[in-house]
């Protein structure tokens, strides 16, 4: 039988990403449609109360995303990752309705609904990776999670070109300029409803109910075997062992998840993944995705349809990356390959971004050749740090803050990485134009020379994950066992922690032979 509910599954989850990318892609387009200024009289603005009316139609999707992913944690715990699913897309709808509603000129409503869309943002990015990695199997966790990159990317360039083609094709008098672009958020977040008829929950989830038959046949119809293959039987008595015996740890040390958090067993884990995500931001994706189209400019594109043009392509570069990744960096090299060099590449191509726009002619010299040629080397930089970002801390980020944490806790850890994103995102889009006003295009050296840092943080902290099985593979990836500090040998212990004994009888061939093919991996970190 074929897996083909993982697939589809796993796309189901993925979609959030389409919510996520397509927001962030339209919406810089659409601050800058006629018929939305007119709509909501922005154009009648000074320059200073327009730019803080778009700032503040930015903002309120981010800080809506930044508090969706604590609210998140409740729903994913108490009532499933399928549950926080659906309130994710429900809110989505919602927020996305709400800006489509015609109320006269009232910006504060179109506020609200960007608020609400991106308080389901937030959670989906959340759950959306905790549930593929939950049902994945680990030679498909790689390519499952990269998916999710994947649908982010692709929806920013739809969001941006969609943007751009209202524009050209619907006139500036007719409100459908700006509708139309705001109401196509629909689709993905009613496709997503719609999706979650048809997945299911995840064994993780299902085993701390304590019914090892439930999770048996939920785990047979992701892997598409009978319940009664031995394969199965043996797999999800492992999931079961391992997040029952979580359950159960908690439930005799009652650890404050603060306390559990900044034990040694999940402070290093804590530490790569809110590492990881800082570094991610400070790379300069986000000064980029802001502030690319005024690069272009800057660098001698004076045409505003030149300008936008290639920062499609900046998108489709993204775009390109994400697919690379997925289909062909994930099979050949792991995780930390791909960081050390694809951020190193970032940070030379900041280097040059800088040192070409700091030295870039006057406006009278411009069609000189050494404009020509700094102007093509801004252009070639943007695009080669696009693609060396997608195919490093952009997805690698997300996919290993997925993996790495123990069950009974997975959903509280990756919150807290999660915010971390969105927090670093809201102060990278506050300090980045205080950046280029005061120190010009320094402000890219400053970018190149924190990419340098993230390499010594690659380096030194973060280990092999790629195809590591979650539970004890992952503890001995850490030089864990997972076990609390003075923690007799008679306690209570997590699968990780199992007698080696049990592991010969009780593993399933899947994880039998990754162990095997993984084993040089593990050293890494030890």
């Known amino acids: 039988m074929s897996r083909l509910n993982l697939y589809i599954s796993a796309a189901v989850a993925a979609s959030t990403g389409a919510l996520f990318g397509y927001s962030v892609g339209f919406v810089g387009g659409l601050l800058v449609l006629p018929s939305f200024l007119r709509h909501f009289r922005l154009d009648v603005l000074p320059p200073n109360e327009l730019a803080r009316a778009q ?15 604590p609210t998140g944690i409740p729903i994913c715990s108490r009532f499933g990752r399928k549950a926080c699913l659906i309130f994710s897309a429900a809110l989505y709808v919602l927020g996305a309705a709400l800006q489509v509603l015609d109320a006269g000129s009232a910006l504060w409503l179109f506020e609200v609904g960007r608020f609400l869309n991106g308080y389901g ?20 966790r790689g390519i499952l999670m990269s998916s999710f990159q994947v649908v982010i990317q692709g929806c920013a360039v739809v969001g941006f070109w ?20 705001v109401a196509v958020q629909l689709v993905p ?31 047979s119809w992701f892997r598409g075997l009978s319940p009664s293959d031995a394969a199965v039987k043996r797999e999800a008595r492992e999931i079961s062992q391992s997040v029952l015996s979580g359950i159960r ?37 986000n000064a980029l995705n802001y502030y690319v189209a005024i690069i272009f400019l800057t660098a001698g594109f004076k045409s505003v349809s030149a300008s936008l043009f290639l920062t499609g392509i900046f998108g489709l570069a993204k775009l390109v990356s994400a697919l690379l990744f997925m289909f062909l960096c994930v099979r050949i090299y792991g995780n930390r390959f791909w960081l050390l060099w694809g951020t190193g590449i970032c940070a030379i191509s900041m280097f040059v971004l800088g040192y070409c726009a700091a030295t870039m002619p006057e406006p009278s010299d411009d069609d000189s050749i050494p404009s020509v040629v700094r102007a093509t080397l801004c252009v070639l930089s943007v695009y080669v740090y696009a693609v060396a970002f997608g195919v490093s801390s952009g997805p690698i980020a997300w996919n290993v803050c997925s993996e790495i944490f123990p069950s009974y806790i997975n959903a509280k850890c990756c919150a807290v990485t999660t915010c971390t994103q969105w927090l670093f995102q809201i102060i990278v889009a506050a300090v980045t134009p205080i ?38 593979e992952m503890s001995q990836v850490f030089g864990q066992d997972d076990r609390k500090d003075g923690e007799s040998d008679g306690a209570v212990e ?24 993984r084993r040089s991996s593990i050293a890494i970190m030890v």
């Not at 969609?162 to 459908?176: E, F, P, Q, V």
């Not at 979650?196 to 439930?214: S, V, W």
């Open 121 to 140: 943002v937030g959670a989906g990015t959340l759950v959306s990776p905790i549930y593929i990695s939950e049902i994945a199997t680990p030679s498909d």
């Open 162 to 181: 969609g943007a751009y083609a209202a524009n050209a094709a619907i006139a500036d008098t007719s409100d459908l300029q700006w509708q139309v672009p």
């Open 494 to 517: 997590e699968v990780e922690d199992a007698d080696d004994d049990d592991d010969d009888d009780d593993e399933t061939p899947l994880l039998a032979t990754e162990r095997k093919r």
């Open 55 to 69: 700032s503040l139609v930015v903002s309120s999707w981010i800080i809506g995303a930044f508090f969706g992913v």
């Open 189 to 219: 977040g009613i496709l997503l409803l719609l999706g979650t008829l048809y997945i299911k929950e995840t064994p993780h989830y299902l085993a701390a109910k304590d019914d090892l038959e439930l999770v048996g046949g939920t785990l």
């Open 249 to 285: 740890r908690q439930a005799i040390h009652k650890t404050h998840f603060l306390r559990e958090a900044l034990s040694n067993p999940i402070r290093k884990r804590l530490t790569v993944g809110v590492g990881l995500f800082v570094a991610q931001n400070m790379s300069g994706m």
């Open 435 to 472: 950046l280029l006003a005061s120190i010009g295009p320094m402000t890219f050296v400053f970018y190149g020379a924190c990419n340098v840092i993230a390499m010594a943080f690659y380096y030194l902290c973060v280990p092999e994950t790629r195809g590591v099985a979650l539970g004890k």
